[in-house]
Structures are given as structure tokens and as C-alpha cells.
């Protein structure tokens, strides 16, 4: 496999990674609320969160790409903050309808019988929303992995993932065995990060607790 090849399958993965990393705990954290604190009044707070779904990538990218350069923020932070951004209606509505699915009164139970809020959250409510969580990581994944408008916009070129390398490859005449090569090999590692993180979290879910 070419060395480029290798270097965009690097970026996506790393960008991805970082992706969910800041969008899934933010979505576990602004589900919990919608599911369970705001059922009764969901509307503005979903309203808000929806809106990066509604807007344009391309367009917040043109928008956004003068500011970052005025304010001076890092190309690799500023499409990993944006894209964050873009992921997070996906992570949060996962998880309010993981939140929606559970009994609040699993945590109070969990209290009654000794557990501080921490252990209840971590060893009661977290296993039993494993499910939702590890969709809503996969799914923040695959926005970071995915993307091609912010990348190449905020990123200026400089962050070469695997979308921006297939664009590429397409838009060259007499590259389309290439450029399928490139959309299938790089379909495969996020199944086998989604199927690993999967099994993972099952044998948490199934592992005995202390």
C-alpha cells in the first residue's frame, strides 16, 4: 500500500479518535439531562443542539475558515474542535433515547443500598446504557473519519485523511480502479474499531463487579 495511503488511514483514525473523544462524554452528559431532567422541557436545548446538524459543513467551513485564521487556533485543534461540534447532536440524541429506555430509580436504588453518586453512575447506569454509548462513540468516529468539507477547508490542506484522498483520486481522469481500491480499503478499519470497541464493552457489561 502506498505511503500516502498509510499516512491518510493515520490522520482519519486519529482524527476520529479525537472526534469522539470529546463528543461522547458531552453527549452522555447533555443526554442524562434531556432524558431524565428535562423530559417535560426538551425543546430549546434540542433546538440548539440540532442546529449543527440543520447548517451546511461547507458553509460553517467558508464561514468559520477567515475567523481561525484571524484568531491564530492551530488547523489540527480548529477541525477537530468544529467537527466535535458537528458530532454532538448524534452522541446526545443516542443517548437521551439510551436515557429515555432506563428507570432513574436505578441510581436511587443504588444509593439506598450504600453507593456514593459516583459509583452508582459509573457502576450501575453506565453499564446498563453500554449499548447507546458505544453507538454514540462509533457514530461521533465516523463523523471525524468521514469528514471531507471541514478537513480540507479549515484544515488548508494540510491534514490529508482518507475522504480527501479518495476526492482526489476521483477527480483525476483514468483513476477509478484506484479510487475504489481507496473507498473500500478504507471502509474496513472503523467496522473493525466499531466490532472491537463492541465486544469490549459487552465483556464489561457481562463482567461480574465488585
Known amino acids: 500500500m502506498d505511503t500516502g495511503v498509510i499516512s491518510a488511514l493515520v490522520h482519519s483514525g486519529l482524527l476520529g479518535t ?4 470529546i463528543a461522547t462524554p458531552l453527549g452522555v452528559m447533555a443526554g442524562r439531562a434531556l432524558g431524565w431532567r428535562l423530559l417535560r422541557r426538551p425543546a430549546l436545548p434540542s433546538i440548539v443542539l440540532l442546529g449543527p446538524v440543520v447548517l451546511a459543513p461547507f458553509a ?10 484571524r484568531v491564530g487556533i492551530p488547523e489540527e485543534v480548529a477541525v477537530v474542535l468544529v467537527l466535535s461540534v458537528f458530532a454532538l447532536p448524534y452522541t446526545t440524541y443516542t443517548m437521551r433515547a439510551t436515557y429515555l429506555a432506563l ?3 436505578l441510581e436511587e436504588q443504588a444509593r439506598v ?3 456514593s453518586p459516583r459509583q452508582a453512575r459509573h457502576r450501575v447506569t453506565l453499564p446498563a446504557a453500554t449499548a447507546g454509548f458505544v453507538t454514540a462513540t462509533g457514530l461521533a468516529f465516523l463523523v471525524g473519519w468521514s469528514d471531507y468539507a471541514v478537513t480540507l477547508l479549515i484544515g488548508g490542506g494540510q491534514i490529508i485523511t482518507t475522504p480527501i484522498l479518495i476526492g482526489s483520486s476521483a477527480a483525476g481522469s483514468g483513476n477509478d480502479a484506484l479510487t475504489s481500491t481507496l473507498a473500500v480499503s478504507t471502509s474496513l478499519p472503523p467496522l473493525v474499531a466499531l466490532a472491537v470497541f463492541t465486544y469490549a464493552a459487552s465483556r ?3 463482567a461480574p463487579r465488585s
Do not use: E, N
Not at 18 to 21: E, N, P, Q, R, T
Not at 60 to 69: Q, R
Open 18 to 21: 479525537a472526534v469522539a473523544l
Open 60 to 69: 460553517v467551513a467558508m464561514g468559520l475558515d477567515v475567523v481561525i485564521l
Open 103 to 105: 428507570d432513574p430509580d
Open 113 to 115: 443500598l450504600g453507593a
Open 204 to 206: 464489561r457489561r457481562t
